[in-house]
C-alpha cells in the first residue's frame, strides 16, 4: 500500500527533527474546543491541556466515523472497532481526521519530547515524560506490566502492544491514560503520514454524545472475542 517507504521515512524524521529545534517554549495553541470537558490527564511538567483536547478530539473523531456507519454507535463500541481496524491495518486515517484533529496536530508537533525520529516502530518516544506518565497511571496492572516491559527492553511497537488492547478496549472509557496511549501512538503518530489531498475537510460535523452507552439488550456484539 505504501509505496518509496524508505524516502517517505526519511521525510518523516526530517520533519521531526525540524520540529524539535523549532519547539516553542510554549504552545500557542488556543482553539480547545473540548475545553468543558472534564480534565482526564494530568501529569506534571505536561501541556495536559492540550493531551486533553487531543484525546477527546481524537474520540469525537472515532465516535462521528463509527455512527456514520451505524448510527447507534457508542465511543465503546467506536473504541473496540478501531482497535481491530488498526491491529490488522485496515483503517483509513483520512476518513476519521477532522479539521480540529488536524489542528490539534500541528500543536502536539511542537511538543518535542513527545517525538522520536529515530524510532521505527512509531514516531513516538517511548523513553519520553509523556509516555513514562501514561506508563505509570495505567489502571490495569497487566496492561501496565505489559507496556513497562516492552518499554524496557527496547520492545515497544504498536503491533505488540495492541494485540492485548484487543481484549481490553472497554478499559480506555474509564482509564484515559490509556485511552491517551491509543490517542497518540495509533491515531496522531499516524498523522505524519496522512496524505492531506485526501481528507475531506468540509464534510460535516455531528454533535456525538460521549456518555451514550450500548443498551442492555443490545450489547457489543464483539466483546470478549479477539478478532
Known amino acids: 500500500m505504501k509505496t518509496n517507504m524508505n524516502s517517505q521515512f526519511n521525510l ?17 495553541f488556543s482553539d480547545y474546543k473540548f475545553a468543558d470537558k472534564p480534565q482526564a490527564i494530568s501529569c506534571e511538567g505536561l501541556n495536559s ?10 474520540e469525537d473523531d472515532i465516535l462521528n466515523y463509527y455512527q456514520q456507519q451505524k448510527s447507534t454507535s457508542t465511543l465503546v463500541q467506536a473504541y473496540s472497532q478501531f482497535l481491530r481496524g488498526s491491529n ?18 500541528e500543536a502536539l508537533k511542537e511538543e518535542a519530547d513527545l517525538w522520536d525520529a529515530n524510532n521505527t516502530e512509531s514516531h513516538l518516544n517511548y ?23 516492552l518499554i ?8 505488540l502492544f495492541g494485540a492485548p488492547l484487543l481484549t481490553k478496549y472497554r478499559n480506555a472509557l474509564n482509564d484515559k491514560y490509556l485511552a491517551l496511549y491509543i490517542t497518540l501512538d495509533l491515531y496522531y503518530s499516524n498523522l505524519f503520514e496522512l496524505n492531506l489531498d485526501l481528507v ?12 451514550k452507552l450500548p443498551p442492555a439488550s443490545n450489547p457489543d456484539p464483539h466483546a470478549g472475542h479477539n478478532h
Not at 490488522?88 to 496536530?105: A, C, I, M, P, Q
Not at 524496557?152 to 503491533?159: A, D, G, I, Q
Open 49 to 58: 491541556k492540550l493531551y486533553n483536547e487531543a484525546l477527546y478530539s481524537f
Open 127 to 149: 523513553h519520553g515524560k509523556t509516555i513514562r506518565c501514561i506508563s505509570e497511571n495505567i489502571k490495569d496492572a497487566n496492561l501496565k506490566a505489559t507496556l513497562n516491559a
Open 12 to 28: 518523516i524524521a526530517v520533519l521531526l527533527v525540524f520540529t524539535f529545534f523549532n519547539c516553542k517554549q510554549q504552545n500557542t
Open 200 to 211: 475531506n475537510l468540509d464534510k460535516p460535523e455531528q454533535q456525538v454524545d460521549f456518555n
Open 88 to 105: 490488522y491495518g485496515r483503517l483509513k486515517l483520512e476518513d476519521f481526521v477532522s479539521k480540529h484533529t488536524l489542528d490539534v496536530f
Open 152 to 159: 524496557s527492553t527496547n520492545s515497544m511497537s504498536p503491533k
